[in-house]
């Protein structure tokens, strides 16, 4: 008897592995074609494209994420690049996310921020001298805003008459002293913590000392005092 000898696979396997191997070749020869073939049939069915990759991406998380950290590791300054592009064009999502974060964990952020200023004073220093240099207008604005909002809360009692080259100098959060321009930026004060009060009241009533002054001595002396 003749022993039949039945074939391993069917013509249309067969067929189906030749054309396999033809793909494969073709895609090795021409690379740049294929990818302009497939980024075109990607863009025909976007949407059915974007819903098979999200369930992809579900059912294989382990591998999508070992699949991101090797191209990390592969293009690190691709990323870097590409990730900063992207924060430039939607720059108003990045700040609404940062704003929402920080609101939802100040603790975390104010101890983070704590730490990278007292890592990195001199870098923060040669930020903001920058930012002033470049933005003058903002800075000189935030500046006077500040400035109000605080002298809301003073008191405005003056121990002399305003004139011509003057500027008032609060001696404590209630009287006020007019004293010259230059003398009142000579010496830096603070009334809210006491930095440098005493060098500038004690400058203050020296120069209210040479005018004709209608305030009693004894006013004068306690608000000296006090």
Known sequence: ???????????????????????????????????????????????????????WYKSNPERMREKRKRSRQKNPEHIKEYRRQW??????KCAEYER?????????????????YSKNQEHWRELRR???????????????????????YLGFIPLNQYSEGLEGHHVDKVHVVYIPKLLHESIYHNVWNGHGMKAINAKAFEF???QSLTVPLLEIACIATS
């Open 1 to 55: 008897m003749t022993q039949l000898c039945l074939p391993l696979f069917s013509k249309l396997e067969i067929k189906k592995v030749r054309n396999r191997i033809k793909t494969r070749r073709h895609r090795r020869k021409d690379r740049e074609h294929c990818r302009e073939q497939e980024r075109l049939r990607r863009n025909k069915n976007l949407e059915h494209f974007r819903e098979y990759q999200r369930t």
């Open 87 to 92: 924060r430039q064009k939607h720059r108003d």
């Open 100 to 116: 929402r974060y920080r609101q939802n964990h100040r603790e975390v952020t104010n101890k983070t921020r704590k730490q990278w």
């Open 130 to 152: 920058r930012y002033k240099e470049r933005h003058p207008d903002i800075v000189r604005a935030g500046k006077q805003r500040y400035v109000k909002n605080k002298r809301r």
């Open 208 to 210: 209210l000392a040479q």
